[in-house]
C-alpha cells in the first residue's frame, strides 16, 4: 500500500479553517440558546396573531359511557357526530383543553369554538380559558377530523334561510 502524500503546497497553506473558528461557532449558539430560554423563562411569548374568522361552530364535546365522544353543536343542541373506536388526535386535544379546563376551575358545558381562517388557519379556542390551538400544524389529515364541523362555506353573518 502507498501511503498519500500532500503536495507541498497544500501543506504550506495550512488548515482550511483555523482552530479557534469551530470553538466560536459553537460559543454564539450556546449565547443564543441562553438568550431564548431567558427570554421563554421570563414570560415572552411571541405574539402571532390569526387572521379573520371565515367559518366558525360553537361546539361541545360530551363522553359516553361506552368510551365514543359524541359532538354536538352548542347552539342548536343537534348532535354532529359519534366518534368510536381510538381517535387518537380528537382524544389528545380535547385532553389537553380539558386539562386547561381543570386547572382554571371552569366545568364541561360551556362550548369550544372551531373557527376557519382567512389565512387557512383552522383554531379550536376555549373562550373559558383562553387556550388556543392551531388544528392546521398538526397536518392536513388531523385537521380534517375537527374541518368537518365547521358549517357550510357561507360568509360569517350571512342570513341563514
Do not use: C
Given at each position: 500500500m502507498k501511503?498519500v502524500v500532500?503536495?507541498?503546497?497544500?501543506?504550506?497553506?495550512?488548515?482550511?479553517?483555523?482552530?479557534?473558528?469551530?470553538r466560536?461557532i459553537?460559543?454564539v449558539?450556546?449565547?443564543l440558546?441562553?438568550?431564548?430560554?431567558l427570554?421563554?423563562?421570563?414570560?415572552?411569548?411571541?405574539?402571532?396573531e390569526?387572521g379573520?374568522v371565515?367559518?366558525e361552530?360553537a361546539?361541545?364535546?360530551?363522553?359516553e359511557?361506552?368510551?365514543?365522544?359524541?359532538?354536538?353543536?352548542h347552539a342548536?343542541?343537534?348532535?354532529l357526530a359519534l366518534?368510536r373506536?381510538?381517535q387518537?388526535?380528537?382524544?389528545?386535544?380535547l385532553?389537553?383543553?380539558?386539562?386547561?379546563?381543570?386547572?382554571?376551575?371552569v366545568?364541561?358545558?360551556?362550548p369550544y369554538?372551531?373557527?376557519?381562517?382567512?389565512?387557512?388557519?383552522?383554531?379550536?379556542t376555549?373562550?373559558?380559558?383562553?387556550?388556543?390551538i392551531?388544528?392546521?400544524?398538526?397536518?392536513r389529515d388531523?385537521?380534517?377530523?375537527f374541518?368537518?364541523?365547521?358549517?357550510?362555506?357561507?360568509?360569517i353573518?350571512?342570513?341563514t334561510p
Amino acid at each position: 500500500m502507498k501511503a498519500v502524500v500532500a503536495s507541498p503546497a497544500a501543506a504550506a497553506r495550512g488548515p482550511l479553517f483555523p482552530r479557534w473558528f469551530p470553538r466560536a461557532i459553537v460559543a454564539v449558539l450556546a449565547v443564543l440558546l441562553v438568550g431564548l430560554a431567558l427570554l421563554r423563562l421570563g414570560g415572552f411569548e411571541p405574539a402571532v396573531e390569526p387572521g379573520a374568522v371565515v367559518r366558525e361552530r360553537a361546539l361541545r364535546f360530551a363522553d359516553e359511557t361506552d368510551g365514543a365522544v359524541r359532538v354536538i353543536d352548542h347552539a342548536s343542541g343537534r348532535p354532529l357526530a359519534l366518534m368510536r373506536g381510538e381517535q387518537g388526535f380528537l382524544r389528545g386535544v380535547l385532553r389537553g383543553l380539558a386539562r386547561e379546563r381543570r386547572q382554571h376551575g371552569v366545568g364541561a358545558d360551556q362550548p369550544y369554538l372551531l373557527s376557519l381562517r382567512d389565512d387557512g388557519r383552522l383554531l379550536i379556542t376555549d373562550p373559558a380559558t383562553g387556550q388556543r390551538i392551531d388544528l392546521a400544524s398538526f397536518g392536513r389529515d388531523n385537521a380534517a377530523v375537527f374541518l368537518r364541523w365547521l358549517p357550510p362555506n357561507e360568509p360569517i353573518g350571512a342570513p341563514t334561510p
